[in-house]
C-alpha cells in the first residue's frame, strides 16, 4: 500500500488534532497537492515536460532545489525500474519518497526530555519578527497544561516592548517570568533566569532571545556568553536550543537556519506560521540542508496554535486534507 492510502486508512477516523493541522495546510495543500492532481490529469503518461512541471511545482512549495533535484532524479529512476507511466502513481511515488528522505535522517521523536530533579532550560533564537515570544508562550501553555511548573526568563533586552510582550504572556498564563532592565546585558538576565529557576524548583525554563541580525561574531559571541552562564548554573542546561523559522519567508528562513546552525548547536526548529503559507513544502528543505529536526509548528496565533511536528499528519496535511 502507498503512503497516501496508508494516511487516508490512518486519518480516516479523524481526531482534532489532524483536523488542525489539515486547517492550517490548507493553503500549502491546494499549491501542493491540488496542483499534482491537476498536473496527473493533464498527462495520460509521463515525459520530460511531465517531470518538469513537477519540479516546478516541487520548488514552488519551497521544497528546495537540491532536495527537489535529488527527489526528482530518484522518482524518474524507480518509475524507469518499475516501468511506471501513469502520473497517478508517480504521485504516490513522491510522497513515499518526501516520507522516507525526512525519517531517514534520524529520530522523528519531538517531544521535550525533561530532566528529573533539576530545571530543564530551552534557549529560543532566531530573527526578530519570526514568532518566538508567541512560540515561547505556546510551549509555555502546552507544558504548564501537562503540569510542568514554567519560568520565562525576557533575555531580549535589545528589541523595545520585548519585555512587556512576554510580561503580558506570563501573566495570561499565570506562570512566572524573571526580567532585566531595558538593554541590560542578556547573559546577566539569562543569570537571574537560571537564579530564580533553583529557587522554585521549575520544571522547565525558556529563555527568550534577541533576534538581531548582527554579525556572525557577534551574535555567536553573545549566544554562546548566554549558554555559558546557564550551563554554569544549572548542569547540562540549556538542553534544547530552538531556532524559530518563520515558514512564510520561504527559502530565506532556510538561509537564516544556515546561518544560525553555524554559530550555535541546534537541538530543534520550531517553524512558525504554517497556517499563513502555501509553500509548507520548507519542513523538507530545513530537515534536508541542515539534519536539524523540526520539533513543533505552529498553526496559528493562539496559545494552543503549537503542535508537535507528526510527519504523518504534516504529509496528510500536505499531500491528502479532507
Ligand atoms: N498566523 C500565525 N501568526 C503567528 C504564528 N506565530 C507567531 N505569529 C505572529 O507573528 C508576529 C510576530 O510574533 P513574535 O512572537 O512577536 O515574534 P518575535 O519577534 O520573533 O518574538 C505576531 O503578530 C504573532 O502573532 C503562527 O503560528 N501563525
Ligand atoms: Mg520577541
Redesign the pocket.
Known sequence: MGLISFLKEKFAKKDKNVDKYSQAMAKSRHNFSNRLDLLSHRYKTINQDYFEELEQILIESDVGVNLVIKIIDEVLEKSRKEKITDPKAINELLVDRMFVGYAEKGDIKNEIAFVSGQPTVALVV?V????????IAKLAYRYIHQGKKVLLVAADTFRAG?VE?LSVWAKRLGCEIVTGSSEADPASVAYDGMQKAKEIHADFVIV?TA?RLQTKANLMMELSKIKRVINKEINGAPQETFL?IDATTGQNGVVQAKAFAEVTNLTGVIV?????TSKGGIILAIRDEFNVPVRFI????KMD?LAEFDLDKYLYGLCVGE
Open positions: 532566531g526578530n519578527g519570526v514568532g518566538k515570544t508567541t512560540s520585548a510582550q527568550d533576534g524559530i512558525t506560521k504554517m497556517d499563513g505552529g498553526l496559528g496565533e496554535d
